[in-house]
């Protein structure tokens, strides 16, 4: 299960993405060497949602390929964790949270195979994690959106996988779920896994992540956050909008300040 | 009255349950994957292609006419997925577009045919619009009986894949699933019952079929295994009563005695189902409504008299006087109480708290403190914990949280004790 040292996390090569005879990303190449928290940060439409979809497999690419730990992703299905937008599914649907937790178990199950005791405490330690193993038997609908959100993150922890995409975990969450999606990004991170977040909080960026994948449809900068999170990037990334750039700035400052 | 079912209508009665079975487990998938329209769509789009089959086998052979229904089912299914992609109509157009053309197609084909064949055979089609189910032999039972049994036989066995890939498909793919094989398996199921139903119910009726047991079978249970075995058995238990009712009350076909069976049955579990029926919400409505009112006359009285223990008059204006909906509210709550033993009048005007409303009382406001104080220390746990009440609070919340929310009320309030 652990990967060759010498072939890089991810490297995408060359991607473009377009539906609809519509570009949305262009000409994409971005290589992670090693372990990393990782922020995808850009403004709406920029195409960070995309990115990690067409990473995932689940958009069609135009052009390009990607690999994970040297294979196409097809080949590491198992060392992928994925937590999607809140928004993407129905949560009236008739299944308890420990039922969606155990949902990601069934890659490595496998066909045929039903999760038994071992996954179910698995499924139970990876709830207690995040903070809700009070509610295990409950519905999912009765769940506020933070604990929805929660629910997603301890899913995507029942992977055991080696990388996680996450499609903005902290959008519209209490303050205490945005501190135990950062704690488990540290976690995670201390594990050796890597972590790509589609982020939208530029004040919290040079806190949360250790690089920066800036997009605006193509690549503006990628690299460590204290030389690529920059004014003369985020300029590029953002254009002129004020507000962004005004909470860009204090992070900024905030980054000096800490250094 | 004939009291004991001929052996005829016990062939149908075994074929309309095993199809409302049938039909209850893929309509469960259906439902839940937003494809309940799909079913009616399938259902009119299977009318040429029976008419076709029809006319190109000669005679009435059941499975022969079913694939040729379950082909052009199939390529209606797929106009519908082509005109939303390759064009801007939304699909409900699509499927408003597709079922009204195959169906209008099938009508113009059986008017065709039969206008050309012999008399005799005249009413083999008409009877698939409405259904037929006196027609049902026992050859057809089997065949309804052995679909009905794969799809069982199938649906035990990729449980877990059904469920995942109807929850969350995205996901299902990411984590390596065929998606959408996985897909057309469950829209294949749905076409195969939609189709074996045609002879029984008929096109209009059958997607009632589908839909119904499954919407019954959601109010009663948050559990996906428990509703499929639910939406089976109600599937099982319309067919097989609206079969009777038919034969009971010479009411045929059959088709749609069966459909209202199955309204009945939605009604009913719309209406009483436990938590998510009508009647409950209301009834939980009111109940806490009622407690709420309660609460508020307890701590009313409580702070009006202090820590004296001894009754304390209570300004008659408090719960009497003040006019409109929340007075009268109060006043009720204030009656409830007293017959319930809490409270007791005193004579010339005013309520007092007896030994036992005292202890409510007591209750609610310890429940009021804790409550705070769960909203001060763990905001974000609020909404999980929504059915919180006052007065049983400790009950509901783990023993560890209350502990220290004790602690909690102690530091901040050390004037306050339980």
Not at chain 1, 26 to 55: C, F, H, Q, Y
Not at chain 1, 204 to 222: D, I, K, Q, S, W
Not at chain 2, 49 to 77: D, K, N, T
Not at chain 2, 285 to 303: N, S
């Amino acid at each position: 299960m652990t990967p060759p040292a010498s072939a890089p996390v991810l490297d995408i090569h060359d991607m473009t993405v377009a539906y609809h005879r519509k570009p949305v990303l262009w000409d994409i190449d971005l290589t992670l060497d090693a372990p990393s928290l990782v922020g995808i940060i850009g403004p709406n439409g920029a195409g960070k949602s995309t990115l990690i979809k067409a990473v995932l497999g689940l958009v069609p690419l135009a052009t390009g390929d990607v690999r994970v730990f040297g294979k196409p992703v097809e080949r590491q299905r198992l060392a992928i964790g994925y937590v999607p937008q809140r928004e993407s599914v129905d949560w009236d649907f008739p299944a308890s949270v420990l039922d969606v937790v155990l949902m990601g178990t069934y890659g490595q199950l496998g066909f045929l195979r039903r999760p038994g005791r071992r996954e179910r405490q698995w499924a139970l330690a990876c709830l207690e994690h995040v903070g809700l193993a009070d509610l295990a038997q409950r519905q999912i609908g009765q769940l506020s959106g933070g604990q929805q959100q929660r629910t997603f993150l301890a899913r995507a922890l029942a992977q055991r996988a080696q990388i996680y995409l996450m499609d903005e975990p902290m959008a519209g969450v209490d303050a205490a779920t945005e501190r135990v999606v950062f704690d488990l990004l540290r976690e995670l991170r201390a594990d050796g896994k890597t972590v790509l977040v589609v982020h939208h909080d530029l004040r919290t960026v040079p806190e949360y992540f250790e690089r920066v994948v800036m997009l605006n449809m193509r690549l503006v900068a990628t690299g460590p956050v204290e030389t690529t999170f920059t004014a003369e990037n985020l300029h590029k990334t953002y254009g002129g909008r004020l507000p962004i750039l005004e909470a860009a700035g204090e992070a900024l400052r905030r980054q000096e300040r800490s250094e | 009255m004939n009291l004991v079912p001929s052996y005829n209508t016990l062939i149908v009665l075994a074929g309309t349950s095993l199809l409302g079975a049938g039909a209850g487990l893929a309509g469960c998938f259906a439902m839940l994957r937003r494809q309940a329209l799909l079913g009616d769509a399938l259902a009119h789009a299977g009318l040429p292609g029976l008419c076709l089959a029809f006319w190109l086998w000669g005679e009435r052979s059941l499975p022969v006419l079913l694939l040729g229904a379950l082909v052009s089912g199939i390529a209606g299914i797929m106009a519908i997925a082509a005109i939303g992609r390759f064009t801007r109509v939304k699909q409900d157009a699509a499927i408003g577009i597709v079922l009204s053309t195959f169906f209008g197609a099938g009508m113009v084909l059986s008017r065709m045919i039969q206008n050309r064949v012999s008399s005799g055979s005249r009413a083999g089609l008409d009877s698939y619009n409405l259904g037929k189910t006196a027609g049902m032999i026992s050859t057809d039972v089997y065949l309804i009986g052995g679909i009905a049994l794969v799809a069982l036989i199938m649906i035990v066995a990729l449980y877990k894949e059904f469920k995942l890939v109807s929850f969350d498909p995205a996901f299902a793919r990411v984590q390596g699933w065929p998606a959408t094989a996985l897909d057309l398996l469950l829209t294949l199921l749905v076409a195969i019952m939609v189709v074996i139903g045609l002879p029984a119910v008929g096109v209009v009726l059958m997607a009632a079929m589908l839909i119904l047991p499954a919407a019954a079978a959601r109010f009663w249970t948050d559990r996906l295994g428990v509703m499929l075995v639910l939406s089976a058995l109600i599937g099982a238990g319309i067919g097989g009563l609206g079969t009777l009712a038919s034969a009971q009350f010479s009411l045929s076909p059959a088709g749609p005695v069966i459909v209202l069976v199955g309204t009945a049955a939605f009604t009913v579990s719309l209406l009483i189902a436990p938590r998510r029926g009508v009647v409950a919400r209301v009834l939980a409505e009111t109940a806490y409504h009622r407690r709420l009112d309660e609460q508020k006359v307890l701590a009313g009285l409580r702070e009006a008299e202090g820590d004296e223990p001894l009754a304390v008059e209570l300004p008659p204006w408090r719960f009497a006087a003040t006019a409109g909906r929340g007075a009268r509210r109060r006043r009720a709550a204030l009656q409830r109480l007293m017959v319930q033993g809490f409270v007791r009048p005193i004579l010339g005007g005013g309520f007092s708290l007896l030994p036992s409303g005292q202890q409510r009382a007591d209750l609610v406001e310890r429940g009021r403190k804790l409550w705070v104080a769960l909203l001060l220390r763990y905001p974000e746990l609020a909404h999980g914990y929504a059915e919180l009440d006052a007065e049983t609070i400790d009950d509901l919340l783990p023993a560890k949280i209350v502990a220290e929310l004790e602690a909690d009320m102690a530091s901040a309030a050390p004037e306050w004790s339980p």
